[in-house]
């Protein structure tokens, strides 16, 4: 059964029977002793018996002379030091260091030797009696005596300063003696150091760096500043390295930092003409990642780049979605925001090492001057609309994937997503209405970035145009493969658009030529006795043709045109000249819509086909169009495309703001459904925040509409007020 007490390591015991001993014994032994340790002090060891040395010290233990001992042996080892005392002390200038570290590699060789005579003695008596070991006592001895004697304190510390500035200031010093020296001082103790050494060595360094950084933040410019303050501080850490305690290092550096960085920081941040705004105008990357670097050690020093930064591209934001000449091409205004969203995604991932606080600071100013211009989410999709037109041209399908995914980003800035896919479904329809989309694969990669980042309700629609595509080429098909009778007719090619799934607008069908009225009457029975139920609605606005052309010097010519430039030359068949009066009441197109039709026709170079008296860009009632007979081209298929104007007019913009904010209704309505179904009773403010929340990845929901539509709901009884809280409402089930 084991007890619990502890167990007990092995002793030394005296001998128990009595020794008779010489009077003289310890005068005789010490005086060995004695003289043992002077040889030794005086590089005169060789000759020594360490053995019999040995046994003297133990037997003077042994015969209970170890205090007698312990006290000469102090006496003795401090009359020699005081010996080095003199020494070092008389030692001038640049000999003073190399006689103190001769001195102190002599004692450290005594301290060796003497420790392993006296070994008994530290292991018994020294233990027993809690005395300092005979090592550490003759550390003890030589601080005393030697490093912190009047004489040679102050001096020591002024001549490793002095050297440590002379170096700071470009001298080659002794870095062996410095090294040597100051490891002595941290073999003394910690305490030794830091006191004697490394609290002053702090200080005069702090007014060093104080002095320098008055002297040069006044001539130099932020990045010539900033890569002195970044060579000081590496020089510093590398002295550290070399010859101070490795703990050192985070205390100069903390020096270096506060009185260069630290007490300049908002002044180097703003300086003129080099500060941080000019950095990020100039792409300066090696400068603002060392700004990065150095600021990163300053108290909220990243805070404040980061501040300056928000405040930067904010303004520039704002004077770009702001400027009316900027306003004028939708295209090069996207361009441009995506061209400062990749300046500043590279600023932050070379130089703020990809920080997430400067990517977010950097998201929320983007959000911030986007939604400044309330047409935005236009400019954008007119932006995607060139792209998926023209984009296999310009670049192959990676490019074109890269530039979508960044417009992405663009797109998810914006606050009003639905004003946006309003627009897209309106430019999309046109891209495949008129065949002109790049690729489908870009298309529908599209719908995939929207989906994923909206949801499949945002898309739904979108995905419907596609859907029907098919379908009408099916339809054709077979509308020819059960129609036998159609030789004699053009041949045509129906877009069958769902009602809701397309944008399209009531418009005025306007007077086709008979041969196309025939055929697509034809289709009309076709179509409409193998769909039930179904309604058809030609869409004259937005279809095309291609019809054959002989000109009067005999040149022969393919024409895609729209179904209105058709309309109108048709007329030509039977017509040589006709005025624009006779050509409206014939085709019964829209005078706005026709008028451009006709510049399109007569006044675009190259492709006029038609002449008009008299040639000048406006249209006027009375002006006359006639075949134009010297017609050239050297291609046999000509294109005439119709001059539109490619951003909205103010009615339209006006009239789709309109739509926008009808549909938002019953969104809004059913998300305060949503809300007080599940909650039941909640009070005004509440449903506010919760409508804006859940509405929010669509668009930023109006307070004063969230309000009419919560009376439109309690009038149609789904809500009812409170009757004692008028600001609580309940649900009513």
């Given at each position: 059964m084991m007890n619990g007490q502890k167990k007990r390591g092995p002793r030394i015991e005296p001998f128990r029977h009595r020794v008779e001993t010489d009077p003289k014994f310890f005068d005789k032994s010490w005086r060995k002793l004695h003289d043992a340790i002077r040889e030794i002090y005086n590089h005169n060891a060789s000759g020594l018996s360490f053995e019999e040395l040995y046994r003297t010290a133990y037997n003077m233990v042994?015969?209970?002379?170890?205090?007698?001992?312990?006290?000469?042996?102090?006496?003795?080892?401090?009359?020699?030091?005081?010996?080095?005392?003199?020494?070092?002390?008389?030692?001038?200038?640049?000999?003073?260091?190399?006689?103190?570290?001769?001195?102190?590699?002599?004692?450290?060789?005594?301290?060796?030797?003497?420790r392993d005579i006296l070994m008994y003695m530290d292991r018994t008596y020294i233990p027993t009696n809690k005395k300092t070991p005979v090592f550490d006592l003759g550390l003890e001895l030589w601080r005393d005596t030697i490093v912190r004697s009047p004489m040679i304190q102050g001096r020591l510390l002024d001549t490793l300063l002095e050297?440590?500035?002379?170096?700071?200031?470009?001298?080659?010093?002794?870095?062996?003696?410095?090294?040597?020296?100051?490891?002595m001082l941290m073999n003394l103790g910690s305490s030794v150091y830091q006191d004697d050494f490394e609290r002053p060595f702090l200080e005069v360094s702090a007014s060093f760096y104080s002095g320098e950084s008055q002297q040069f933040i006044d001539c130099y410019s932020c990045g010539d500043y900033l890569r002195l303050a970044e060579r000081r501080l590496n020089e510093e850490s590398e002295r550290v390295s070399q010859y101070m305690d490795v703990k050192t290092n985070e205390k100069i550096t903390a020096v270096v930092v506060k009185e260069m960085l630290a007490n300049h920081m908002q002044r180097l941040i703003h300086m003129e003409n080099s500060g941080l705004v000019n950095m990020l105008i100039e792409d300066r990357y090696e400068d603002l990642t060392r700004m990065y670097t150095l600021f990163n050690h300053v108290p909220d020093g990243l805070t404040a780049i980061r501040s300056v930064m928000m405040s930067h591209i904010k303004d520039t934001g704002k004077s770009l979605v702001t400027d009316p000449e900027r306003l004028k091409d939708p295209v090069d205004f996207v361009q441009r925001l995506l061209n400062e969203k990749d300046k500043y995604d590279n600023i932050i991932n070379v130089s703020f090492n990809s920080d997430k606080s400067f990517l977010n600071a950097l998201n929320s100013s983007f959000e911030h001057f986007i939604n400044l211009n309330n047409r935005s989410p236009e400019f954008i999709s007119l932006f995607v609309d060139d792209k998926l037109r023209k984009g296999v041209k310009e670049a192959n399908e990676e490019d074109l994937e890269t530039v979508l995914d960044k417009v992405m980003m663009l797109f998810r800035y914006l606050q009003e997503k639905d004003l946006f896919e309003k627009y897209y479904k309106q430019h999309l329809a046109k891209r495949l209405l008129s065949g002109k989309t790049a690729s489908d694969d870009s298309e529908r990669s599209m719908l995939v970035k929207l989906k994923t980042e909206c949801g499949y309700q945002f898309t739904s629609k979108l995905e419907g145009m596609f859907t029907d595509l098919k379908t009408s080429q099916d339809t054709t098909q077979g509308f020819y493969a059960s129609t036998s009778d159609l030789a004699d007719y053009p041949q045509i090619s129906v877009q069958i658009?769902?009602?809701?799934?397309?944008?399209?607008?009531?418009?005025?069908?306007?007077?086709?030529?008979?041969?196309?009225?025939?055929?697509?009457?034809?289709?009309?029975?076709?179509?409409?006795?193998?769909?039930?139920?179904?309604?058809?609605?030609?869409?004259?606005?937005?279809?095309?043709?291609?019809?054959?052309?002989?000109?009067?010097?005999?040149?022969?010519?393919?024409?895609n045109v729209s179904t209105y430039q058709m309309c109108v030359l048709m007329l030509f068949n039977s017509s040589d000249v006709l005025t624009y009066r006779e050509i409206e009441q014939s085709t019964a197109i829209p005078a706005?819509?026709?008028?451009?039709?006709?510049?399109?026709?007569?006044?675009?170079?190259?492709?006029?086909?038609?002449?008009?008296?008299?040639?000048?860009?406006?249209?006027?009632?009375?002006?006359?169009?006639?075949?134009?007979?010297?017609?050239?081209?050297?291609?046999?298929?000509?294109?005439?495309?119709?001059?539109?104007?490619?951003?909205?007019?103010?009615?339209?913009?006006?009239?789709?703001?309109?739509?926008?904010?009808?549909?938002?209704?019953?969104?809004?309505?059913?998300?305060?459904?949503?809300?007080?179904?599940?909650?039941?009773?909640?009070?005004?403010?509440?449903?506010?925040?919760?409508?804006?929340?859940?509405?929010?990845?669509?668009?930023?929901?109006n307070p004063v509409v969230i309000k009419k539509r919560i009376e439109s709901l309690i009038e149609r009884e789904f809500l009812e007020r409170d009757k004692t809280d008028r600001k609580m409402y309940r649900y009513l089930a």
């Open positions: 042994l015969h209970k002379f170890g205090p007698k001992l312990y006290e000469k042996l102090t006496e003795n080892m401090k009359e020699h030091l005081e010996e080095m005392r003199t020494c070092v002390e008389a030692a001038q200038g640049g000999l003073f260091l190399e006689e103190l570290e001769r001195k102190w590699n002599d004692h450290n060789k005594a301290l060796t030797m003497i050297l440590i500035h002379r170096e700071r200031t470009g001298e080659v010093i002794n870095r062996c003696l410095m090294r040597t020296t100051t490891k658009l769902t009602t809701g799934s397309w944008p399209t607008q009531p418009c005025n069908t306007c007077n086709l030529p008979p041969e196309i009225v025939a055929v697509s009457e034809k289709f009309r029975s076709y179509y409409l006795g193998t769909h039930n139920g179904r309604r058809l609605t030609w869409q004259t606005n937005m279809g095309h043709a291609d019809i054959k052309a002989t000109f009067g010097n005999g040149s022969k010519h393919e024409l706005a819509d026709l008028k451009r039709c006709l510049q399109s026709l007569a006044l675009v170079k190259g492709k006029q086909v038609l002449r008009k008296e008299p040639m000048s860009r406006d249209i006027a009632d009375d002006d006359s169009f006639c075949v134009n007979d010297k017609f050239t081209s050297k291609l046999f298929k000509v294109k005439i495309g119709t001059v539109v104007a490619q951003k909205e007019t103010d009615p339209e913009k006006l009239e789709t703001r309109q739509r926008v904010e009808e549909d938002r209704k019953p969104q809004i309505e059913a998300a305060i459904v949503r809300i007080m179904k599940s909650r039941r009773v909640l009070d005004h403010n509440s449903i506010m925040t919760e409508v804006t929340k859940q509405l929010q990845p669509r668009f930023l929901p």
